[in-house]
């Protein structure tokens, strides 16, 4: 069965510091690969996805993620943090199969930004 | 373009009654998911449906929950005598019709149920 990991609950940087968010998943083919983000008392809101064509793959609000198949992971990074980027991220999984998108969620990590 | 809708936003019943949660999808989309958030944990999927089909509740509890997506109307998430382990966020999501594996699936706002 297909599982991600995402590892720390909790990270906190500084302001105009550079966000990494860690995201592994297990797999016997590489699945669909997305990052959420959710702010208080909101619903999720998608910041990119992985469909199997380029590897580095692009977000809103500055946000990118790498897929290393080799590492089976699909890390969060942005350059310079920004206040507003603190929230709770998800990284989720998509099976292939199927035809539909069943997402598998990881436990989530909390991003905190202080001044 | 409305997004997704969910209502009530926050609901309180005590032990044995009922909830009922509605989603209404963005327009156009006839394929909705429901996910439950347990506190300090990640989504977990529990049904997809497309319209007056259930495709795939794998993720449901065998006992005192039902989901539907009529024709017409919103699609109900119900649970019947409810008990303090339901306390949760149930979110809805819809993706558009073609339902491919990598459509983005969009998320509402969120039922907060809240068990006494």
């Known amino acids: 069965a297909q599982s991600v990991t995402q590892l720390g609950s909790h990270v906190s940087v500084s302001e105009g510091a550079l966000v990494l968010l860690r995201c592994n998943y297990s797999?016997?083919?590489?699945?669909?690969l997305f990052w959420y983000v959710q702010y208080p008392n909101q619903g999720l809101q998608l910041l990119l996805k992985?469909?199997?064509?380029?590897?580095l793959v692009k977000g809103i609000n500055g946000f990118e993620a790498e897929f290393k198949k080799s590492e089976t992971s699909f890390h969060l990074t942005k350059p310079s943090a920004h206040m507003s980027d603190a929230a709770e991220y998800f990284c989720?999984?998509?099976?292939?199969?199927?035809?539909?998108?069943?997402?598998?969620f990881g436990a989530g990590t909390r991003l905190a930004v202080h001044p | 373009n409305a997004g997704v809708m969910q209502n009530p936003r926050h609901l309180v019943r005590r032990r044995g009654q009922e909830a009922r949660l509605r989603c209404s999808p963005m327009?156009?989309?006839?394929?909705v998911y429901w996910y439950r958030q347990l506190p300090e944990e990640g989504l977990k999927f529990m049904v997809y449906?497309?319209?007056?089909?259930?495709?795939?509740e794998s993720g449901m509890p065998k006992e005192r929950f039902s989901a539907e997506f009529p024709k017409e109307g919103p699609s109900i998430l119900r649970i019947q005598q409810v008990v303090r382990g339901d306390s949760a966020a149930y979110f809805c999501?819809?993706?558009?019709?073609?339902?491919?594996?990598?459509?983005?699936?969009?998320f509402g706002p969120g039922t907060r149920l809240t068990v006494l």
């Open positions: 999501a819809s993706s558009p019709s073609s339902g491919s594996a990598y459509n983005e699936q969009f």
């Open positions: 797999s016997s083919v590489p699945p669909y």
């Open positions: 989720a999984v998509s099976p292939i199969s199927g035809g539909y998108n069943k997402l598998i």
């Open positions: 327009k156009g989309h006839s394929h």
């Open positions: 449906l497309q319209k007056e089909n259930i495709i795939d």
């Open positions: 992985y469909t199997s064509a380029a590897t």
